[in-house]
């Protein structure tokens, strides 16, 4: 606890540690190594002599997610996990099989404070944020469990990666070192809520990742009724956010759009949708809203989807009403939820 997690720490900055402990430099670099490759504990680093390891073992931590649970779709081949931390917290993760490779969709916090109304990690509260070494634990974890590479990484499992900002940043170096797990900037989404600032401050960075960010209204009205978030920065500061990211990046921002019947699936939200996209790089995801107990939001009908998607089309906005991966398994977009009862 009081120590620090080594898994968290970039080869850098490892090898100013050591070197503050008068270790040669490449010891760092087998360590890393041992962590990129998913070492549980020092002790099993063969390539140290065994004093350094006990050294270590007495210096840090290393974080891990140990599998508590996992559940397979018997449609498709999703995985979900439920992943154990060290302090006797769960988070879950989601594999998916694409033609392209393996996508795993991770959580950044163990719940969340947003607060959305129709969402299951909303409803379950926040804990805490989960540090770098955690959300890199849930990648090597499913990738050995799987022993598949991952390829793939969607920042969109439990809690909102922009509220844990710090750890975020710090993971997607760790998970791109070329050293480390080295996976492709451009093969990691995060996707928000919408903090504006933060949007800012990434789209600063100039990275190569894809930003998504779950919209889910045209406007004000119906946004801050299922949004919490939405009260602070309204959709239109939120959408120039969003236009800056591109610009900056070059990158086209994707949008989710949960579609929930009778409350924002009408002709008339698309047109408006449409509006206000005019002339940005985006691609709206339709996905029709999950059933999540207790939140009274039912999935809009097929011809509806199709409406929308059709809509969006006519007025040049690309858009695709998403697949739904893992349905048997509860899988699906915003329906993580921590499970204390799970052994
Ligand atoms: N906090 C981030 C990422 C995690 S939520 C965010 O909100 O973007 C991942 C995605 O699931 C978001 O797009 C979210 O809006 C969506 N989502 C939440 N509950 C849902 C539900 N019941 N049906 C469909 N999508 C949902
Ligand atoms: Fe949090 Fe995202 Fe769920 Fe909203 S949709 S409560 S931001 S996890």
Request: net charge neutral; proline share 3%; charged share 10%.
């Given at each position: 606890m009081g120590k620090t997690d080594i898994k968290s720490l970039t080869l850098g900055e490892i090898g100013a540690q050591f070197a503050g402990m008068?270790?040669?430099?490449f010891r760092a670099g087998q360590v890393f190594r041992w962590l990129s490759r998913?070492?549980?504990?020092?002790?099993?680093?063969?390539?140290?002599p065994l004093p350094l390891r006990q050294q270590l073992d007495g210096e840090y931590r290393i974080t891990s997610a140990v599998v508590a649970r996992k559940q397979v779709s018997k449609l498709d081949g999703t995985v979900k996990y439920l992943f154990r931390l060290w302090d006797g917290e769960y988070v879950e993760s989601v594999l998916m099989r694409y033609r392209y490779g393996l996508s795993l969709c991770v959580s950044?916090?163990?719940?969340?404070?947003?607060?959305?109304?129709?969402?299951a990690t909303g409803k379950s509260g926040f804990l805490r944020d989960l540090l770098a070494g955690e959300i890199l634990s849930q990648v090597q974890s499913a990738s050995i469990d799987s022993g598949e590479r991952i390829s793939h990484i969607v920042l969109m499992g439990m809690g909102e990666p922009l509220d844990n900002y710090e750890n975020v940043l710090r993971f997607l170096e760790l998970a791109t070192c070329k050293e480390g797990i080295n996976i492709g900037m451009r093969s990691i989404s995060l996707s928000t809520c919408g903090i504006v600032d933060k949007i800012y401050d990434l789209a600063g960075k100039r990275l190569q990742l894809t930003l998504s960010v779950s919209l889910h209204a045209p406007n004000d009205a119906i946004r801050s009724r299922t949004m919490p978030i939405n009260r602070k920065w309204g959709v239109d500061e939120l959408l120039k956010a969003c236009r800056y990211y591109a610009r900056e990046t070059g990158r086209r921002v994707s949008f989710e759009y949960a579609l929930i019947a009778g409350v924002n699936d009408s002709v008339q939200c698309a047109q408006e949708l449409a509006g206000k996209l005019r002339g940005m790089p985006a691609h709206v995801n339709l996905i029709p809203v999950n059933d999540v107990t207790g939140t009274g939001y039912r999935k809009s009908g097929v011809p509806q989807q199709k409406r929308f998607a059709a809509v969006l089309e006519g007025k040049g906005i690309a858009a695709t009403v998403r697949r739904t991966l893992g349905a048997d398994i509860d899988a699906?977009?915003?329906?993580?939820r921590r499970r204390q009862e799970a052994t």
């Open positions: 008068g270790l040669p430099r998913g070492a549980g504990s020092f002790e099993g680093m063969s390539d140290l950044t916090q163990v719940g969340c404070k947003m607060g959305c109304g129709f969402c699906s977009c915003g329906q993580l």
